[in-house]
C-alpha cells in the first residue's frame, strides 16, 4: 500500500528532486564534456549529438580554402539543427541515431578507446572514408546522410556563394 | 474555394461526389475533369497552398517547403534520395517540366502481359492529345538551350548518338534555371495555374494542410476519408469527408502507405511491392569555359542512345543534364573535405548529366508504427550493370563534349581523362554503387486485368473494392523510363472519366 503524503509535502521532495536532478545534469554533462553554450537553444539534437555533427561537419566541409567563410560562421551544426527541426520526428531520431553512432564508431569498429569528436582531424577523416567507400550499404547510406545534412547547412547560406562564384537567386525578397 | 486545415477549430464532417487524397498530376486534373463532368469534388492537400509569389529561389527554404520531408526522404539504406513534391499541385510544382509520352514499347508491353488494351499507344493517343493541349506542351525553342544542355548536344553529335530536344509545359519562362525550386514567374503550366482554376470554376473545393490518415470502408465499399489538420502538433482537429467515391493520388509513396495505413483489401499481397523508382546517377565533367549551368532551362535536350524500352534489355539507361543549386551539387559530388572544396571551385566550369535508370530491381514501401511510409529499395544485378553502363556514357558524352575531366559518382580512378577510362566506369560500378536520387517512384499499386496480379484495373478501379480508385503513378505496372508527369495527368483524365461514368449508373 502507498503512504500518503501531504502536498506540501509532496512539493518539497518534488522541487528538491528537480534541484538535484538538474545539478546531476550539468555535472554528468561537464563530466562527459558535452557542453556548449546554452544560448544556441537547441531544437532537436542533444548538445553531444550537435558537438559530434560539428566536428563532422568540420572535416567534411574542410572550408579552409581561401575565401570560404568558415564552418562555424556559418553556424553550420545550428542550421542543421534549424532543418532537423522540420522533418518527421521518426527521421529526427534516425539522424541522431546516426550521429551517436559515428561518436562511437572508434570503438565500436575499430575498438579504439576513443571517441570520433575528440580524434585529430586526420583519425576523423580515415572514419568518414571508412564509412564512404564501405562494403556495407547501409554504412555508405550514413555517410551520404551525413554529407548531405553539412551540405544544407553550410551550402545554403549564402556566405558560401562566394567560394563557389555562385550568382544566387535573380529576385530580392 | 481553397481551405486550410489551419482554420479548423474543430471537427468537422463534408460530403460529396468523389474525395481526392493529393493533388499532383493525377489528382490535380482529376479533380479539374471530374468537376467539369458535374461531380461534387473535394481534394485534400497536405502541404501548403503556394503562389508564384511563395517562390524565393533560396534553395534552402524551397527544399523545405516544397519537398515531402523536407527532401531528406530516402530509402532505409540511405542509398536513394527519394525526392517528392509537396503542395498543392505535387510534385508539378517544382518538376522541370518535361513532357514526353510513355514509350510505345512500354504500353504494347503491358497489353500484351497484363491485357491492359486500353492502354496501348492507340488508345491512348487522344488522351496524351488533350492533356498536351490543355497544359500548352511544346518543343524547346533551340536558341534557349543552355550551354548545360549543349554539351550533351555536342557531345551526341561527336559520338553519333540518338537524342534530340525536349517537349516542355511552359509559357513566359524568363529562363531562370530555379524550376526544381517552384517558378517565380509562374511559367509552369501545371496543375495550380491550368487545373485548379479549371476545377474551381466548376465548384470543386480544395482543403490544404491536411493530411488523410485513413480510408472509410463500410461494408466492403469505400465511403469516405479521415483527414487530420496539419498544425502546431499532430493533435490537431479531424475533417471527415463521405463520398461516394474515394481516389488516392497521393504519389506510388503516399498512396501505398495510405493504403496500408487504411488496411484496404489487399488479398493477393501485392499492395506496396513493385515500387520503381527510375534512379538517376549524376557525372560532372569540368570544362575551360564557363557553363553556369544554373542559368537557363535546367532540362532541354535528351539522349536516347542508350535505352529500347524492351523488357529485359541491357540498354536501360535515358541521359539527360542534371545541374544543380549549391545544396544539391554539393551533396552530389563524390567525395567530402578540402579536395570536394576544390572541386566546387569550378563550380561555374561544370556541366553535369545524370544516367536514369528503366530499371526492373523492384523495392517496397511499408509503414512504421507511426504510419509514416518507409522504402525498401535495392538494385539488382543486371539493373547495376545497366546503371554502369550509363555512367560510362555520360563521362564519354561529357569528354566528346568538350570536357577536360570527368568526376565519377563513385570512388574510382579520378579524375577520367580519356574515352578509354570512361568507358572501364561501366565495369567498376560495384562494389562501390553510387549515391542514386529518384524523382519517379511507380507501380506500388499496379494495375491488370487479373486481380492475382493488380491492384487495380486498368481504369483505376480497386479490384473488389466497390468506390475506390488510384489516380496517380502508382497504377503504371512497370517503370516509364523516362518523365512520367504527361503520362500521370493522362491517369487522372481516364480516372475522371471513368468516375463519372460509374457514379451515373
Given at each position: 500500500?502507498?503512504?500518503?503524503?501531504?502536498?506540501?509535502?509532496?512539493?518539497?521532495?518534488?522541487?528538491?528532486?528537480?534541484?538535484?536532478?538538474?545539478?546531476?545534469?550539468?555535472?554528468?554533462?561537464?563530466?562527459?564534456?558535452?557542453?556548449?553554450?546554452?544560448?544556441?537553444?537547441?531544437?532537436?539534437?542533444?548538445?553531444?549529438?550537435?558537438?559530434?555533427?560539428?566536428?563532422?561537419?568540420?572535416?567534411?566541409?574542410?572550408?579552409?580554402?581561401?575565401?570560404?567563410?568558415?564552418?562555424?560562421?556559418?553556424?553550420?551544426?545550428?542550421?542543421?539543427?534549424?532543418?532537423?527541426?522540420?522533418?518527421?520526428?521518426?527521421?529526427?531520431?534516425?539522424?541522431?541515431?546516426?550521429?551517436?553512432?559515428?561518436?562511437?564508431?572508434?570503438?565500436?569498429?575499430?575498438?579504439?578507446?576513443?571517441?570520433?569528436?575528440?580524434?585529430?582531424?586526420?583519425?576523423?577523416?580515415?572514419?568518414?572514408?571508412?564509412?564512404?567507400?564501405?562494403?556495407?550499404?547501409?554504412r555508405r547510406g550514413c555517410f551520404q546522410a551525413l554529407k548531405s545534412l553539412a551540405m544544407v547547412g553550410y551550402y545554403g547560406d549564402p556566405?558560401?556563394?562566394?567560394?563557389?562564384?555562385?550568382?544566387?537567386?535573380?529576385?530580392?525578397? | 474555394?481553397?481551405?486550410?486545415?489551419?482554420?479548423?477549430?474543430?471537427?468537422?464532417?463534408?460530403?460529396?461526389?468523389?474525395?481526392?487524397?493529393?493533388?499532383?498530376?493525377?489528382?490535380?486534373?482529376?479533380?479539374?475533369?471530374?468537376?467539369?463532368?458535374?461531380?461534387?469534388?473535394?481534394?485534400?492537400?497536405?502541404?501548403?497552398?503556394?503562389?508564384?509569389?511563395?517562390?524565393?529561389?533560396?534553395?534552402?527554404?524551397?527544399?523545405?517547403?516544397?519537398?515531402?520531408?523536407?527532401?531528406?526522404?530516402?530509402?532505409?539504406?540511405?542509398?536513394?534520395?527519394?525526392?517528392?513534391?509537396?503542395?498543392?499541385?505535387?510534385?508539378?510544382?517544382?518538376?522541370?517540366?518535361?513532357?514526353?509520352?510513355?514509350?510505345?514499347?512500354?504500353?504494347?508491353?503491358?497489353?500484351?502481359?497484363?491485357?491492359?488494351?486500353?492502354?496501348?499507344?492507340?488508345?491512348?493517343?487522344?488522351?496524351?492529345?488533350?492533356?498536351?493541349?490543355?497544359?500548352?506542351?511544346?518543343?524547346?525553342?533551340?536558341?534557349?538551350?543552355?550551354?548545360?544542355?549543349?554539351?550533351?548536344?555536342?557531345?551526341?553529335?561527336?559520338?553519333?548518338?540518338?537524342?534530340?530536344?525536349?517537349?516542355?509545359?511552359?509559357?513566359?519562362?524568363?529562363?531562370?534555371?530555379?524550376?526544381?525550386?517552384?517558378?517565380?514567374?509562374?511559367?509552369?503550366?501545371?496543375?495550380?495555374?491550368?487545373?485548379?482554376?479549371?476545377?474551381?470554376?466548376?465548384?470543386?473545393?480544395?482543403?490544404?494542410?491536411?493530411?488523410?490518415?485513413?480510408?472509410?470502408?463500410?461494408?466492403?465499399?469505400?465511403?469516405?476519408?479521415?483527414?487530420?489538420?496539419?498544425?502546431?502538433?499532430?493533435?490537431?482537429?479531424?475533417?471527415?469527408?463521405?463520398?461516394?467515391?474515394?481516389?488516392?493520388?497521393?504519389?506510388?509513396?503516399g498512396s501505398a502507405a495510405l493504403a496500408l495505413r487504411s488496411g484496404l483489401p489487399d488479398p493477393h499481397d501485392l499492395v506496396g511491392k513493385?515500387?520503381?523508382?527510375?534512379?538517376?546517377?549524376?557525372?560532372?565533367?569540368?570544362?575551360?569555359?564557363?557553363?553556369?549551368?544554373?542559368?537557363?532551362?535546367?532540362?532541354?535536350?535528351?539522349?536516347?542512345?542508350?535505352?529500347?524500352?524492351?523488357?529485359?534489355?541491357?540498354?536501360?539507361?535515358?541521359?539527360?543534364?542534371?545541374?544543380?543549386?549549391?545544396?544539391?551539387?554539393?551533396?552530389?559530388?563524390?567525395?567530402?573535405?578540402?579536395?570536394?572544396?576544390?572541386?566546387?571551385?569550378?563550380?561555374?566550369?561544370?556541366?553535369?548529366?545524370?544516367?536514369?535508370?528503366?530499371?526492373?530491381?523492384?523495392?517496397?514501401?511499408?509503414?512504421?508504427?507511426?504510419?509514416?511510409?518507409?522504402?525498401?529499395?535495392?538494385?539488382?544485378?543486371?539493373?547495376?550493370?545497366?546503371?554502369?553502363?550509363?555512367?560510362?556514357?555520360?563521362?564519354?558524352?561529357?569528354?566528346?563534349?568538350?570536357?577536360?575531366?570527368?568526376?565519377?559518382?563513385?570512388?574510382?580512378?579520378?579524375?577520367?581523362?580519356?574515352?578509354?577510362?570512361?568507358?572501364?566506369?561501366?565495369?567498376?560500378?560495384?562494389?562501390?554503387?553510387?549515391?542514386?536520387?529518384?524523382?519517379?517512384?511507380?507501380?506500388?499499386?499496379?494495375?491488370?486485368?487479373?486481380?492475382?496480379?493488380?491492384?487495380?484495373?486498368?481504369?483505376?478501379?480497386?479490384?473488389?473494392?466497390?468506390?475506390?480508385?488510384?489516380?496517380?503513378?502508382?497504377?503504371?505496372?512497370?517503370?516509364?523510363?523516362?518523365?512520367?508527369?504527361?503520362?500521370?495527368?493522362?491517369?487522372?483524365?481516364?480516372?475522371?472519366?471513368?468516375?463519372?461514368?460509374?457514379?451515373?449508373?
Open positions: 500500500m502507498v503512504n500518503p503524503i501531504s502536498r506540501r509535502r509532496f512539493l518539497r521532495r518534488s522541487l528538491v528532486g528537480a534541484a538535484l536532478l538538474a545539478v546531476a545534469g550539468t555535472v554528468g554533462r561537464h563530466l562527459s564534456g558535452y557542453t556548449i553554450d546554452e544560448r544556441l537553444r537547441l531544437r532537436v539534437l542533444s548538445p553531444k549529438q550537435y558537438l559530434v555533427l560539428a566536428a563532422a561537419c568540420r572535416r567534411l566541409l574542410a572550408a579552409d580554402e581561401p575565401g570560404a567563410v568558415s564552418v562555424d560562421e556559418v553556424e553550420t551544426a545550428l542550421s542543421i539543427d534549424r532543418y532537423l527541426a522540420e522533418l518527421p520526428r521518426e527521421l529526427q531520431r534516425e539522424l541522431a541515431g546516426l550521429l551517436e553512432l559515428l561518436e562511437h564508431t572508434p570503438f565500436l569498429f575499430q575498438l579504439r578507446p576513443s571517441r570520433f569528436s575528440r580524434l585529430d582531424a586526420a583519425a576523423q577523416d580515415r572514419v568518414l572514408e571508412d564509412w564512404e567507400s564501405s562494403r556495407l550499404p547501409f556566405r558560401a556563394y562566394a567560394v563557389l562564384d555562385y550568382t544566387g537567386p535573380m529576385i530580392q525578397r | 474555394m481553397i481551405r486550410s486545415g489551419r482554420t479548423l477549430t474543430h471537427d468537422q464532417q463534408h460530403s460529396c461526389d468523389l474525395v481526392i487524397v493529393g493533388t499532383g498530376a493525377g489528382g490535380g486534373m482529376l479533380m479539374a475533369e471530374a468537376a467539369r463532368a458535374g461531380l461534387r469534388v473535394m481534394a485534400l492537400e497536405e502541404g501548403h497552398h503556394l503562389q508564384a509569389r511563395d517562390f524565393n529561389q533560396r534553395e534552402r527554404e524551397m527544399i523545405e517547403l516544397l519537398f515531402q520531408e523536407a527532401g531528406a526522404r530516402a530509402t532505409e539504406d540511405g542509398s536513394v534520395t527519394v525526392l517528392g513534391g509537396r503542395g498543392l499541385g505535387g510534385s508539378t510544382l517544382h518538376n522541370t517540366n518535361l513532357c514526353k509520352r510513355a514509350p510505345a514499347v512500354v504500353l504494347e508491353h503491358w497489353a500484351e502481359a497484363l491485357g491492359l488494351d486500353g492502354w496501348r499507344p492507340a488508345a491512348l493517343g487522344p488522351d496524351f492529345a488533350a492533356v498536351e493541349e490543355q497544359l500548352h506542351v511544346s518543343t524547346i525553342e533551340p536558341e534557349r538551350v543552355n550551354a548545360n544542355n549543349q554539351v550533351l548536344l555536342r557531345g551526341m553529335q561527336a559520338l553519333g548518338w540518338r537524342g534530340g530536344l525536349l517537349q516542355h509545359n511552359r509559357r513566359g519562362c524568363a529562363a531562370s534555371g530555379f524550376c526544381e525550386l517552384g517558378c517565380t514567374f509562374d511559367a509552369k503550366e501545371n496543375v495550380v495555374k491550368v487545373l485548379v482554376p479549371e476545377a474551381l470554376a466548376h465548384g470543386a473545393e480544395v482543403w490544404c494542410e491536411c493530411r488523410v490518415e485513413r480510408v472509410l470502408l463500410e461494408q466492403g465499399r469505400a465511403v469516405g476519408v479521415v483527414a487530420r489538420a496539419l498544425g502546431e502538433d499532430d493533435r490537431g482537429p479531424t475533417l471527415t469527408v463521405r463520398a461516394r467515391a474515394v481516389a488516392l493520388a497521393g504519389s506510388a509513396i513493385n515500387l520503381h523508382l527510375h534512379p538517376g546517377a549524376a557525372v560532372a565533367g569540368r570544362f575551360d569555359v564557363p557553363i553556369e549551368g544554373w542559368m537557363g532551362i535546367p532540362q532541354s535536350v535528351e539522349c536516347t542512345e542508350w535505352i529500347d524500352y524492351l523488357p529485359g534489355s541491357p540498354r536501360r539507361i535515358w541521359i539527360v543534364p542534371a545541374f544543380a543549386h549549391p545544396i544539391g551539387f554539393a551533396a552530389m559530388l563524390p567525395g567530402f573535405g578540402a579536395a570536394h572544396m576544390r572541386q566546387l571551385r569550378h563550380y561555374r566550369q561544370v556541366a553535369v548529366l545524370v544516367a536514369m535508370l528503366h530499371d526492373e530491381s523492384a523495392g517496397r514501401v511499408t509503414v512504421d508504427r507511426s504510419g509514416r511510409a518507409k522504402i525498401r529499395y535495392r538494385l539488382g544485378d543486371a539493373d547495376a550493370r545497366a546503371l554502369g553502363d550509363g555512367i560510362a556514357a555520360c563521362a564519354r558524352l561529357l569528354l566528346a563534349g568538350g570536357a577536360r575531366e570527368v568526376w565519377s559518382p563513385y570512388g574510382a580512378k579520378q579524375p577520367i581523362r580519356t574515352d578509354r577510362e570512361a568507358q572501364a566506369l561501366a565495369r567498376a560500378v560495384r562494389p562501390l554503387a553510387p549515391p542514386l536520387t529518384a524523382a519517379h517512384p511507380m507501380g506500388t499499386l499496379p494495375m491488370a486485368v487479373d486481380p492475382r496480379r493488380g491492384v487495380s484495373d486498368g481504369e483505376g478501379r480497386w479490384h473488389g473494392v466497390p468506390g475506390l480508385y488510384v489516380a496517380d503513378g502508382s497504377l503504371f505496372p512497370t517503370s516509364l523510363g523516362g518523365p512520367p508527369q504527361i503520362s500521370i495527368y493522362t491517369v487522372g483524365r481516364r480516372v475522371a472519366r471513368t468516375v463519372a461514368g460509374d457514379l451515373s449508373r
